[in-house]
Each structure stands twice: as C-alpha cells, then as structure tokens.
C-alpha cells in the first residue's frame, strides 16, 4: 500500500485454481480442475512496517493423476481496514508447479516452412523470471492414422461392444476412438535436434533445418535441468506445411 498502515486488521482469503499445458488435454475436461476451491481464510494484522504475513499450505489436490503436470495458481485477495474503518483491497496471484522452471516454446500451431526464420524459446520460474539456462529441443514425426476419416456423426462412446478390426470391416471411413487427436499420436522418429541457450538468446536460427523437412505434424520436445538435476521438460504439437507444395499438409476430418 502507498501508505503504511500499522496494526491494521486484514481478512485474507486464498483460492487454489488448476491449470493444465494444452498438450495434456485429457485432463482438461475434468470439470473439478476447472474450479477455484478455497483452501485458507482467516485475520491478521499489520506490524509497525505496514506488514503482514498470511499463511496457507500451498498443496495439490489429493487426487491429482500422478502423471499430469499442471500449474497451480493461488490467488490471494485481502481487505485491509485502517483506524478510520476505510478498507483498503488488494490481490495477487502465486503460480506454482511439481517443477521449479517452466520452458516455453514460441512458434505457431501451423507453420509455413517458406517463410519462418527462427523459433523463440523461455525459462522462467515459477515467479516469471526468466533464466540463463542451456537445453535442447528434438523434433520428431508421429505416428499418423494411415487412412483419412469423416468427421464424427455421434459422440465418441465411452464403452465399445466390437473390437477396432470389426468396426473398420463395417465402417472403414469413421472413427473408432479418437483416431484424430494429435495428442494421442506416438512419437515415430527424431527428425532433427539442437541445443538452446538462454544465457545468450532466445532466438534459435531454423530456416535452413525447416528446408529439409518434409510438410506434416511433428511434436517439439525442449529438455533442460534446473539446479538440483532435475529434468525440465515442455512440448509443443505443429504442423509444418508449404504452398510450393502438393502434398497433403494438414490432417483433418472430411464430411
């Protein structure tokens, strides 16, 4: 606060909300993830520095998947009443995560090979600060269904009474599972790597690796570690195309 406030009464409440990186999608329609739950509440009051401490256990869900990888976001909001009774508000968010850096990987969704230069890549941690640090970034093919499919008439079920090979012989043009979902695509070959440094820049040069990539959709994969040795990983779904090109570029459903 602009000016300080000493022995002043402060009702404070924290929320924790969940926060999924798009590629873990499977998580994301969870609709309990999606809420905000109140984990702490209660009063403090301000010492002669116009300070205050508010406590709270900055935990996870007791049910979190052990393999997904959210950040969690815990927002603080206080009301702090002086000796006038006039009530000062204020709010800040905490993000937190099971890894103490965060990489963020800069290109678009769908790529024109003829025309990008280079991708931009950040370490930060978990308060935003970026970080001098050095990594590496694979790119690899996927393993793509071999056949185009219709979009869908009904929903995906959730319970199938004929298995994929008996579904295919009746209906070869329409999706079993969720054939189409790029998120479910395997890793299929590393078709290029190179090293970052943040340290020394943020840009990483690609126009000539881009020229002798085949258009498709390939998964970018940075690795890093932070101080303790711990592996730091983000990934990044693209699709690299070309308008010199006949080949098919982009996989979607058909009607």
Not at 47 to 56: L, T, V
Not at 92 to 115: G, M, T, Y
Not at 187 to 197: E, M, S, W
Not at 224 to 241: A, C, F, P, Q, V
């Amino acid at each position: 606060f602009p000016v300080t406030i000493l022995n002043a009464k402060v009702k404070y409440k924290v929320s924790r909300s969940v926060q999924f990186p798009y590629w873990q999608y499977r998580f994301c329609g969870d609709p309990y993830w999606k809420e905000q739950k109140q984990i702490a509440e209660g009063i403090a009051v301000t010492n002669n520095e116009g300070e205050f401490i508010i406590p709270f256990q900055a935990i996870a869900p007791s049910n979190m998947p052990r393999n997904a990888s959210p950040n969690y976001v815990f927002k603080v909001n206080a009301d702090v009443t002086d000796e006038n009774g006039e009530t000062h508000s204020v709010s800040f968010n905490l993000s937190l995560n099971h890894q103490s850096l965060q990489i963020q990987i800069r290109v678009a969704d769908e790529i024109n090979k003829d025309e990008l230069d280079s991708l931009t890549i950040y370490v930060k941690n978990n308060f935003g600060v970026e970080q001098p640090i050095s990594g590496s970034i694979q790119l690899y093919s996927l393993q793509q269904p071999n056949k185009v499919f219709r979009a869908r008439a009904w929903e995906q079920p959730d319970q199938y009474l004929m298995k994929k090979e008996e579904y295919y012989a009746l209906f070869p043009f329409d999706m079993y599972e969720d054939e189409t979902n790029k998120f479910n695509w395997k890793k299929d070959k590393l078709v290029h790597a190179f090293n970052f440094n943040t340290a020394i820049s943020n840009s990483i040069e690609w126009k000539n690796q881009l020229a002798q990539i085949s258009p498709g959709t390939y998964l970018l994969e940075a690795l890093t570690k932070d101080s303790k040795g711990n592996e730091i990983s983000e990934k990044k779904y693209i699709t690299i195309y070309s308008l010199n090109t006949k080949t098919q570029l982009i996989y979607r459903d058909w009607d």
